[in-house]
């Protein structure tokens, strides 16, 4: 079992609909990351928190240290949202290195 | 302010070849690290710098593999003797340190794709 699980693997929505991604781990951490990969683009860091929620635009990331989970929430989704989202924890005690989620791809048409 | 580069941004190379990937770092940043993105795969560490401090080396997939850091800043990640395997994306990423057990936020650079033929 992945240290890291996100669900959906994949998730396509309609414009205007609200997107959730969910992340769970089974270690302790230090911080929880999420990242955004476009198509042959880079790697961008959208949150790192370690303890309730963050707002960055559009987009909320929230995290329950007690049931290790976090969840992406994008509302009012629009086409350039698609991408690929990558939850990351930071193990606790650790160099901190990142742990990956295997990503979650979502393509939003418009 | 400049943001991580990596050098080159495409290699191709063949079997058995040795090869040299450059990560330049945000200026001031003294954590920087290193990660592998294989085709359908996701991100994988291989190692991680801090300061003085001794290397994380426990990503390395094998003693093919090796890494250093120069003046605490430009960090150079060597393959040896490659193989089909290592075909991938070498990613670099470098942030601010605070303190031991403090992760802060990862500036990612554009990545080395790497093809071994």
């Known amino acids: 079992k992945n240290e890291v699980e996100q669900s959906p693997q994949n998730l396509t929505a309609q414009e205007g609909e609200f997107i959730t991604i969910n992340c769970s781990y089974s270690v302790g951490i230090s911080a929880l990351h999420w990242l955004q990969q476009h198509p042959g683009g880079g790697i961008v860091s959208l949150f790192m928190?370690?303890?309730g929620k963050k707002k960055h635009g559009r987009l909320i990331a929230t995290i329950n240290i007690q049931e290790k989970h976090s969840s992406l929430h994008i509302p009012a989704s629009h086409p350039r949202d698609s991408a690929v989202y990558i939850c990351?924890?930071?193990?606790?005690?650790?160099?901190?290195?990142?742990?990956f989620g295997k990503g979650t791809k979502l393509t939003v048409n418009p | 302010g400049a943001g991580v580069s990596q050098s080159p941004s495409n290699k191709v190379t063949e079997k058995g070849k040795d090869v040299e990937l450059r990560c330049d770092p945000i200026?001031?940043?003294?954590?920087l690290y290193w990660y592998r993105q294989s085709l359908g795969q996701g991100l994988e560490f291989l190692i991680y710098f801090q300061g003085n401090s001794a290397p994380d080396k426990s990503g390395l997939p094998s003693d093919r593999f090796s890494a250093e850091r120069t003046g605490g800043s430009v960090s150079t990640l060597t393959i040896q003797r490659t193989q089909q395997e290592d075909s991938a994306v070498y990613l670099c990423?470098?942030?601010?340190?605070?303190?031991?057990?403090?992760?802060?936020?990862?500036?990612f650079g554009p990545g080395t794709r790497l093809t071994v033929l």
């Open positions: 928190l370690s303890s």
């Open positions: 990351a924890v930071g193990i606790e005690g650790g160099s901190e290195k990142l742990v």
């Open positions: 200026s001031g940043h003294t954590a």
């Open positions: 990423a470098s942030s601010f340190f605070y303190g031991k057990y403090f992760t802060d936020t990862q500036y």
